[in-house]
């Protein structure tokens, strides 16, 4: 069915090219985002 | 603009003023507190600035193993305006926020509660309206409502940062929206009944396209003070909620017959 293949692929288009988006951002990430009294880190 | 509030054990703010002067902030507050929990006294440091400059000392502060090694807790807040001398040009900058702004944003909008479950349903419901009369008024006011595009950037921006919770909780959301999008087509056709008079939509290529763009604006301006995120969330919905409501309606009525023509046609 053409539809849902259409659907699946708007999804995957729109978060993938905003995984684009994020990277040109160069926004620093990874396991130091967050504030050692949270627990993590 | 933001105001970037540290709290910290006092012998970590000389180097939290450090971070910041490096980040260029030239004013730093600092305030005593005590904090109940810990049960001990600690600072406040505390910065309004541009956004760069916000997001610049954010970074320093997670990025620092003495600050990172100490029980400390780090806010942010998108501020108005700030009046303290520093020139409007550079202190109204925009982009781009601070990474816990934008991961934590998704997050947040990325919960499954009952007033997701209500917006997601009633959304769909006013969708379905505007599917079966092919009335634009009505999709484009169902779309504005629509929770679509904060949980399709959740999945984006937890694929980038490797945050596999945030990307399960996206697709958990988006499950949960086209589930009750495909009941709500299902449940206005029940009670209005056919034909669906909706048909307007666009061959494969364009739809492609027009979802790249989208993903990219939706994207950047994520991490824009203006970004003006949720109208671009309308084309988002649109772009995604109409199938699901336009499939619970043909479940009921039955696949128009110009519809089955451009289902084979988009199956060649």
């Known amino acids: 069915m053409a539809a849902p293949r259409q659907l699946v692929i708007n999804l995957l288009t729109i978060s993938l090219t905003s995984v684009l988006a994020y990277?040109?951002?160069?926004?620093?990430?990874?396991?130091?985002?967050?504030?050692?009294?949270?627990?993590?880190? | 603009m933001h105001e970037i509030r540290a709290t910290l054990p006092p012998d970590q703010v000389a180097p939290a003023m450090r971070l910041a002067r490096e980040a260029g902030i030239q004013r730093v507050s600092v305030a005593d507190v005590y904090v109940h929990g810990p049960?001990?006294?600690?600072?406040?440091?505390?910065v309004e600035t541009s956004t760069p400059k916000?997001?610049?000392?954010?970074?320093?502060?997670?990025?620092?193993?003495?600050?990172?090694?100490?029980?400390?807790?780090?806010?942010?807040?998108?501020?108005?305006a700030i009046v303290n001398g520093e020139d409007v040009a550079a202190l109204t900058k925009p982009m781009s926020e601070p990474f816990p702004d934008v991961i934590q944003d998704l997050w947040q909008l990325s919960h499954l509660t009952v007033s997701y479950l209500a917006r997601a349903a009633a959304g769909a419901l006013l969708l379905a309206t505007g599917i079966l009369d092919n009335n634009a008024v009505a999709i484009v006011v169902a779309a504005l409502f629509l929770p679509f595009l904060a949980e399709v950037l959740a999945i984006g921006f937890g694929l980038w940062s490797r945050d596999g919770r945030l990307t399960a909780r996206g697709l958990r959301a988006i499950g949960v929206s086209m589930t009750l999008a495909y009941a709500?087509?299902?449940v206005v056709?029940?009670?209005?009944?056919?034909?669906?008079?909706?048909?307007?939509?666009?061959?494969?290529?364009?739809?492609?396209?027009?979802?790249?763009?989208?993903?990219?604006?939706?994207?950047?301006?994520?991490?824009?003070?203006?970004?003006?995120?949720?109208?671009?969330?309308?084309?988002?919905?649109?772009?995604?909620?109409?199938?699901?409501v336009w499939f619970g309606a043909a479940t009921i009525i039955g696949l128009p017959e110009q519809a089955v023509i451009w289902l084979r046609l988009g199956s060649l």
Not at chain 1, 28 to 38: D, N
Not at chain 2, 193 to 209: C, K, N, V, Y
Not at chain 2, 223 to 232: C, E, F, N, P, V
């Open chain 2, 54 to 80: 916000a997001r610049a000392f954010v970074e320093a502060l997670l990025g620092s193993s003495d600050i990172r090694g100490a029980d400390c807790s780090i806010t942010s807040r998108e501020l108005r």
């Open chain 2, 39 to 46: 049960d001990q006294r600690q600072q406040v440091v505390s």
């Open chain 2, 189 to 244: 056709a029940a009670i209005q009944g056919g034909p669906i008079h909706f048909t307007d939509f666009r061959s494969p290529l364009s739809s492609f396209a027009i979802s790249a763009v989208i993903g990219i604006a939706a994207g950047l301006s994520n991490a824009d003070d203006t970004g003006r995120r949720y109208l671009i969330g309308v084309a988002a919905a649109v772009q995604l909620a109409i199938f699901p």
């Open chain 1, 23 to 41: 990277s040109a951002l160069h926004l620093k990430h990874g396991s130091g985002w967050r504030a050692p009294s949270s627990g993590r880190g």
């Open chain 2, 184 to 186: 709500g087509g299902a």
